[in-house]
Structure formats: C-alpha cells, structure tokens
C-alpha cells in the first residue's frame, strides 16, 4: 500500500539556518504530494503541496519539489525562524479508488535564537 | 470566518463511559474525517465520510462510530472507551475531490484521556 517516509526529529537548529526535512514515499499512481504543519497545540494547517511530478510548492520561504525519479518531497527553507518550530508532516493524496490520504509520523522542528 | 471546530477541546473520562466528540464545519464541506494522533505513530485516520449518509472505515475504525446525518457535522462516538483510545483527535474536512487528494481543513484537536 502507499507510504511516506520522514526523517525523524527532533531537528534543532540555530536561527537563520538552512533547513531540510526529507520526504520519500511509496504509491500507486500519481498522488498530490503534501507538507503540512502543526504549531504547539493547534491542528494542522496546509502549508504547501504539488500536484504532478516537477511541481514545486512554496509557502512562507518553504519550498518542496515533486521528485517522481527519486520518490521524494523535501521540505527546504533557507533562513529558519525561532517562529518555524513546530511539527512538520509530508503527507500523499489518494490516488486510484482510495479515499485515506496517507501521514508520515511527524518532524519536529526546534530552533533556537 | 472558515473553521473546523470540535468539542470538547479536553475530556477525561473512565473506561465504558460512553462519550461524542462533535466536529462541525462551516465551508460546504462534503468530504469529512477523524484521524487520532499517537507519538511516534503520528496521524492515522480513523472514519471519514465522502458526504450525508456516506460514511467509511478509515485505518482504525475499531471501538468507534460515526455519523454523518447533516453536511456540517461528523460527531465521532466511543460507545465504551478504553484506555487504548486515550489521544489527541483530530477532525478535518474537505471539498469532494480535494479530499480525495488529501487536501484537508483541520481543527484544533480534542485531548481524550481514558481512565
């Protein structure tokens, strides 16, 4: 069935530091392709997405490119801010007769002043 | 103002009592669903409805019920919670295709804790 693979956290940085969190998945068919993100105790919000493969997605200096060669979806963003620190989830859209979107388990992003 | 909203926000309660957690949404939403959310395990989806009277069991449905009698709401029912079911639960909703895609509106969460 379909998967997605994240890095384990937690990731901690400095402030103003480069940013990568992979993201590699398995499916069948061809998935939108998902980073979503969750600030201390609130629900998940939408923060960027692609839809085909070569797609890049980018929302508040984060940035995501579709790779169908490599199956990945790394989250990347070239400045972090202590306001980024939160938990960061790839996630894969339904493809095929599927209706269950598929998580990865979570990153957790801490950054320092 | 466009929500997802749940209730309660925190509950603790004991083993067999039955509970709802009520999700309502004000977007036109057809597309529903329930996801619990475990350390390490991260969000697995529990029930979702594609729209009134549709509903289907997600990746772990066992030990609860759903509804979906209106468009707006999507009540998420523990007939007799156990402490297994102790969790963060989320509600999120969606237009038809964009559910499908996994585009998802969020609420705030409910914090259950069984006893």
């Known amino acids: 069935g379909d998967s997605v693979t994240q890095m384990e956290g937690p990731v901690t940085l400095s402030e103003e530091a480069f940013l990568t969190i992979n993201c590699t998945y398995t499916?069948?068919?061809?998935?939108?392709l998902f980073w979503y993100v969750q600030y201390p105790g609130e629900g998940l919000q939408l923060l960027l997405k692609?839809?085909?493969?070569?797609d890049k997605g980018s929302n508040k200096g984060f940035e995501a490119t579709y790779r169908k060669e490599t199956t990945s979806f790394h989250l990347e963003k070239g400045s972090v801010q202590v306001s980024d620190s939160a938990v960061y989830f790839c996630?894969?859209?339904?493809?095929?007769?599927?209706?269950?979107?598929?998580f990865g388990r979570g990153t957790s992003l801490i950054v320092h002043p | 103002e466009a929500q997802v909203t749940q209730n309660p926000r925190y509950l603790i309660t004991v083993t067999g009592k039955k509970l709802t957690v009520t999700c309502s949404q004000n977007?036109?939403?057809?597309?529903m669903s329930w996801y619990r959310q475990d350390p390490g395990l991260g969000l697995r989806q529990i029930y979702y409805?594609?729209?009134?009277?549709?509903?289907d069991k997600g990746d772990v449905p066992e030990g609860y019920k759903v509804s979906r009698k209106e468009k707006r709401n999507f009540p998420l029912i523990l007939e007799s919670p156990s402490p297994n079911q102790t969790s963060l639960y989320f509600c999120?909703?969606?237009?038809?295709?964009?559910?499908?895609?996994?585009?998802?509106?969020f609420g705030e969460g409910s914090r259950l804790t069984v006893l």
């Open positions: 999120a909703s969606s237009l038809g295709w964009q559910g499908r895609s996994g585009e998802l509106f």
């Open positions: 499916a069948t068919g061809y998935p939108s």
């Open positions: 692609a839809t085909k493969a070569d």
């Open positions: 996630a894969l859209g339904t493809s095929g007769g599927s209706y269950i979107p598929t």
């Open positions: 977007m036109n939403h057809e597309y």
């Open positions: 409805s594609m729209n009134v009277e549709v509903t």
